[in-house]
């Protein structure tokens, strides 16, 4: 059986108006999450200033439970924006090198890293001239907030109970 011109050529006009509408009509959506929305990886990226605010109701938080004086907060301050002009000045540094001399400068520096383990305890009382005491509530108080089933089992911790 042999089908006329006229129908192919209708079936056809259906059939690419059909395509065009709904090609259309998913091109008039907006994306999931919003047109602002970036990508999920990019939301939860802390941002250089939240960190210092959080910090800065850190240091606050132990000044009213007269842990710190107000002095020794403002070090504390200062010691992590010098840790930070210091790293910032290592990023500089090596945007300004070539790919041979950054892959071995950061070879060089994970030996270092890999030989002087950072202690922020030792760096507190060192950089900031508190006492063992005081820089582990420090270092305490910056620890990121655990989730819901608090904190997991470490070192020093024993494994949460399973129901």
């Known amino acids: 059986m042999k089908t006329s011109w006229k129908t192919k050529l209708m079936s056809g006009l259906i059939l690419g108006s059909l395509v065009l509408s709904l090609t259309a009509i998913v091109a008039a959506q907006e994306p999931l999450g919003g047109p602002d929305c970036g990508p999920p990886a990019q939301l939860d990226k802390p941002r250089p200033e939240d960190h210092s605010k959080r910090l800065r109701a850190s240091l606050d938080k132990l000044v009213e439970k007269n842990v710190l004086e107000a002095d020794q907060s403002h070090r504390v301050m200062l010691f992590f924006q010098q840790k930070d002009d210091e790293r910032k000045a290592e990023w500089e540094k ?57 904190p997991g089992p470490g070192p020093d911790r024993q494994a949460p109970p399973t129901p």
Do not use: F, W, Y
Not at 110 to 117: E, P, S
């Open 94 to 150: 090596m945007k300004n090198m070539t790919t041979e001399e950054r892959n071995t400068h950061m070879q060089q520096q994970c030996i270092l890293r890999c030989q002087k383990r950072p202690d922020l305890i030792k760096d507190l009382m060192e950089g900031a001239n508190l006492s063992q005491e005081q820089a582990k509530a420090v270092a305490q108080e910056m620890r990121p907030p655990h989730g819901p089933g608090g």
